[in-house]
């Protein structure tokens, strides 16, 4: 966007070194100067929608790689778990010796079976906070891009409405309308 806001410099310029029609607040402006800039624009304008239509297009991929994140991590957080829950199961079997180690690793591999499953839920809870995050981040981002966009579209539309607009009276002024 920074050739269309050159753009806009150079009408602005063309307009404040015109020359001001005696008695009236209107300018005589060198019309094919003013249409030379035009043609550049429309030349450049192209570019800028492209641009922005590939920012928009991209949406869908930023998604997709956010939701595949949160994929992997929610699956390294059940396999984690699966883990965490197989090594309390073995270190209760190895413990199983004597009564008194039974009764005690019983004990034992159940506080770690309920640490584990814990562990897993606050494993599953975060991936799944990390993932919402992400994507918010990535459709806030986005909503940003388009309504920016949005806007500088209707600033350089409505600043031609005026500049047309002006040299359309200036016209009319020479013509005696």
Request: aromatic share 6%; no cysteine.
């Amino acid at each position: 966007m920074e050739s269309m806001e050159r753009y806009l410099i150079q009408i602005e310029d063309v307009l404040e070194n015109s020359k001001t029609v005696p008695f009236s607040g209107k300018v005589a402006v060198d019309k094919e100067l003013i249409y030379e800039i035009i043609d550049e624009i429309r030349l450049n304008l192209p570019n800028e929608i492209k641009e922005s239509k590939k920012i928009l297009e991209n949406k869908e991929k930023y998604l997709k790689e956010a939701e595949k994140r949160s994929v992997v991590a929610i699956e390294s957080a059940n396999l984690d778990a699966e883990n965490i829950v197989k090594d309390a199961e073995n270190k209760a079997l190895r413990l199983t010796s004597d009564h008194e180690i039974y009764k005690s690793a019983l004990d034992e591999s159940e506080k770690i079976l309920e640490d584990a499953k814990r562990d897993a839920k606050n494993i599953r809870i975060n991936a799944m906070d990390y993932a919402d995050e992400v994507l918010s981040k990535a459709e806030h981002a986005l909503k940003l891009t388009a309504e920016n966009v949005t806007q500088q579209n209707r600033s350089v539309e409505d600043y031609y409405e005026k500049v047309l607009e002006t040299l359309y009276d200036n016209r009319q002024e020479l013509r005696g309308k």
